[in-house]
T-cell receptor, first 115, second 114 residues
């Protein structure tokens, strides 16, 4: 089946620290991979995505590379800011079969950045 | 519209009452999804629509839950005889088509059953 496992939180960092949030997946077809972010009091927003192996998604200083060999899509940022404090969700969309278009989410990782 | 719009944004209801949650997707988006986000459960898929049809209803947690979509646009999620465990944020999302397109989420409807 399809599933996403991501690093348990919460993660607490100081401003300008390096961030990694691990995400691994299992999929029956050819998934696209996503990171969504949920800022306090707001809805889910797409942060970045990658649609095939070795693609790198990037946005707002965040990056993630689609690694088929390790079935991973780890989120990284070189220097976090207080404004990055949010919950981050890794997700996959399996484009095959009956699950077409449906997103499978990890459980979310709460990130808090202190000044 | 500019984004996915959901109403009400907050709803407090008594146990046993029925509730309706509404979703207005981005204009022109043919695919529409409902998810539920509850504490400790993460994001749970409920149902999706391609146009007005719902080929996958497997995520609906019980027969108290139903959803419809008319005119290929607005969707309503109905919960009958609400229970306390139904308390959650109900998220609606839409995408241009069912495959290969970014899914955009609304801000959710916060439901509290007392």
């Amino acid at each position: 089946g399809n599933s996403v496992t991501q690093m348990e939180g919460p993660v607490t960092l100081s401003e300008e620290a390096f961030l990694t949030i691990n995400c691994t997946y299992t999929a029956t077809g050819y998934p696209s991979l996503f990171w969504y972010v949920q800022y306090p009091g707001e809805g889910l927003q797409l942060l970045l995505k990658a649609t095939k192996a070795d693609d790198k998604g990037s946005n707002k200083g965040f990056e993630a590379t689609y690694r088929k060999e390790t079935t991973s899509f780890h989120l990284e940022k070189g220097s976090v800011q207080v404004s990055d404090s949010a919950v981050y969700f890794c997700a996959l969309s399996d484009e095959g079969g009956s699950t077409l278009g449906r997103l499978y989410f990890g459980r979310g990782t709460q990130l808090t950045v202190w000044p | 519209g500019a984004g996915v719009s959901q109403s009400p944004s907050n709803k407090v209801t008594e146990k046993g009452k029925d509730v309706e949650l509404r979703c207005d997707p981005i204009s022109g988006h043919t695919a529409l999804y409902w998810y539920r986000q509850s504490l400790g459960q993460g994001l749970e898929f409920l149902i999706y629509f391609q146009g007005n049809s719902a080929p996958d209803k497997s995520g609906l947690p019980s027969d108290r839950f139903s959803a419809e979509r008319t005119g290929g646009s607005v969707s309503t999620l109905t919960i009958q005889r609400t229970q306390q465990e139904d308390s959650a944020v109900y998220l609606c999302a839409s995408s241009l088509r069912i495959s290969g397109n970014t899914i955009y989420f609304g801000e959710g409807s916060w439901l509290t059953v007392v």
